[in-house]
């Protein structure tokens, strides 16, 4: 919301009421309990919109800011990664290095398979997790400087 230019009343009001945990962000878990929302069914809905919107098949959102063409483009980098290289160790590297080239520096990249816990900081705009078969991506950009 400041990135956007909203007022800082307004982004404090909706921090107090939606920001439970005091973490400085609003995830769909307090957004979704706050306003009495079922949490699956809103992810079900963001799957079934991305799905429309050219998200390559197999492909599910866990948690994420990024635009939702920018989600479809990155997603079709790592599938394109997981093709490309019978070595799964490679995928991250190729991965960031094609989305500096495509969108400009600096990615990272994470893969894994199986349970995982991560907090990060990363650019407004720029972060996306999401499960392709048996592997998790986790991929965000942070500033150049």
Not at 4 to 29: C, H, P, R
Not at 77 to 94: G, Q, Y
Not at 99 to 119: E, M, N, P, S, T
């Amino acid at each position: 919301m400041r990135k956007n230019n909203y007022e800082e009343a307004f982004v404090k009001k909706w921090m107090a009421i939606f920001d439970q945990d005091n973490s400085g962000t609003i995830e769909l878990e307090e957004y979704c309990e706050v306003l009495g929302l079922n949490e699956k069914e809103m992810m079900e809905e963001t799957r079934l919109r991305a799905k429309a919107t050219g998200m390559p098949e197999g492909v599910e959102y866990i948690a994420g800011d990024m635009s939702e063409e920018r989600q479809i483009d990155i997603a079709r980098l790592c599938i394109e990664a997981l093709e490309k290289h019978s070595s799964l160790k490679e995928v991250p590297k190729w991965v960031k290095l094609e989305a500096d080239k495509q969108f400009d520096r600096v990615w990272h990249v994470l893969v894994i398979r199986g349970q995982f816990w991560c907090y990060f900081g990363f650019e407004p705009e720029t972060s996306y997790v999401f499960r392709y078969k048996r592997n998790v991506f986790i991929i965000w950009k942070t500033p150049r400087n």
